[in-house]
């Protein structure tokens, strides 16, 4: 059998304001979920998107330790069209949660902005522009 890409998972130190973070995006958490130590949930396509504690990482590995520098993984949401994209980067923005790029008009021809969650890790916002 080949190996199937399946999941993204991802560690953090305030698993609540995370979650907060991508529900805010659409991504259906179950509620009650900040309780837990680890959460997934299956995304439309199949592919699952997981979060972990600190706590729960290293209790099987206890020497973990968080990367450093920036971030060298994205997520990108597809958003409906440009003006989505612009009101999407506005309310995250606004409940506090960290802006890097502001929407622009990309060369390759998309709406596109940056934000980071409550970890660092960027988050891709775009839509193809109108013709």
């Given amino acids: 059998m080949t190996p199937r890409f399946d999941m993204v998972g991802m560690v953090t130190t305030d698993l609540a304001r995370t979650l907060d ?17 680890h959460v997934e949930v299956t995304l439309p396509g199949g592919v699952r998107l997981a979060w972990d504690t600190v706590a729960t ?3 099987f590995d206890p020497d973990w330790q968080p990367g450093g520098g920036g971030p060298r993984v994205s997520l990108a949401f597809r958003c409906a069209d440009p003006a989505e994209v612009d009101r999407y980067y506005a309310e ?3 409940a506090g949660f960290t802006g890097h790029l502001a929407p622009w008009d990309a060369f390759w ?3 596109y902005a940056v934000l980071h969650d409550p970890e660092g890790n960027g988050v891709d916002l775009y839509a193809p522009l109108p013709d």
């Avoid at 529900?23 to 130590?37: C, F, I, S």
């Fill in 21 to 37: 973070f991508y529900r805010r995006l659409g991504v259906d958490v179950p509620p009650g979920a900040e309780n837990e130590p």
């Fill in 57 to 59: 990482v290293r209790s």
């Fill in 92 to 94: 995250l923005t606004g």
């Fill in 109 to 111: 021809g998309q709406r």
